[in-house]
């Protein structure tokens, strides 16, 4: 659809692609629904991911980010261990394999040369793979065995945003999907769950100006900023701290809220903003712990919590989604903050400096 690769009345395609997000959801859910509102999905990848005694996830950058939430889902849901490696690092430290790999390729381009010269190297050992993309007739899809396509539409912005909430959404079908294929019963529906997310996104891409005020708030002079969280949430702070330093140029980090102790509060000064995110119930408590602790040094601690768990003093509240889920919708103010953190900075915001939407060089 060629209006899909035009802004239309947006400024920029990476905040038409965060607006498009609730819209993707409800796409992938009408892909990924039989007749009878229950999951379809290739036969063969049902039956690779039955047959597998462990998953191999390999994806860079925003996709890798994506990778780390999927392997909760089937760890949790679809009892399968899984590991998540940086497409660059594999080759190099190739991990002892199991006995019935399966290879999954995150790549929103299907064109990244890193995760390709894997996916060549584990074909020459003769073992399967499966592409999640959202271009599916790229090369990463095109040598995999199998692929599922992310429906997303074409992401134009350098940024990746709709592809990541796709590729979590389709991870977590294709987990429960495995889950139901092997008789393991759960009480968690993930078409009905991310209906509830789309919904819950819409909300948000309605609060821009609240987002935009954030940012003029705790980020518009900072030449650094932190992004802490804990299990999902940690996963869901690499990410946030990647979209700010890639078009905002403000150095970013993302850290699990229990590494801090270990070296990164040495770099909490006053008024380093600290954004962490609280939506996880089992361990809310801790993370509060980590907040005070950064406050009690100076930070100004921007807290994103989720309905239910928020508490005074919290920046926003989401609406509350499945906790499974909850990085589906926690990660939509972090690309809005980093769109006018970029925005106020004056920064090329779809065409950063020293990037390129698919990095097709090793
Ligand atoms: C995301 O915002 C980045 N621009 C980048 O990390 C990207 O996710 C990475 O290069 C992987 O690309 P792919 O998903 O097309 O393989």
Redesign the pocket.
Known sequence: DASDTEKGTYPHFMLKEIDEQPIVMRKIIREYQNGDNQIKLDKDIRKAMQDTDRVYII?????YHAGLVGKEFMEKLANIPVEVHVASEFSYNMPLLSEKPLFVF???????AD?RSVLVKIKELGHPALTITNVPGSTLSREADYTLHLHAGPEIA???TK?YTAQIAVLAILAVDTAQAKDLTLDFDPLQELALVANAMEVLTDQKEEVEQLTRDYLATTRNAFFIGRSADYHVSLEGA??LK?ISYIQAEGFAGGELKHGTIALIEEGTPVVALATQKNVNYSIRGNVQEVVARGANALVISMKGLEQDGDAFVLPKVHELLTPLVSVVPLQLLAYYAALHRDCDVDKPRN?A???TVE
Do not use: R
Request: hydrophobic share 40%.
């Open positions: 994806a860079a950058g925003t996709s995150i790549s929103q381009s299907g064109e990244t995760s350098v940024a990746s592809a990647l979209k890639e990037l939407k698919s990095v």
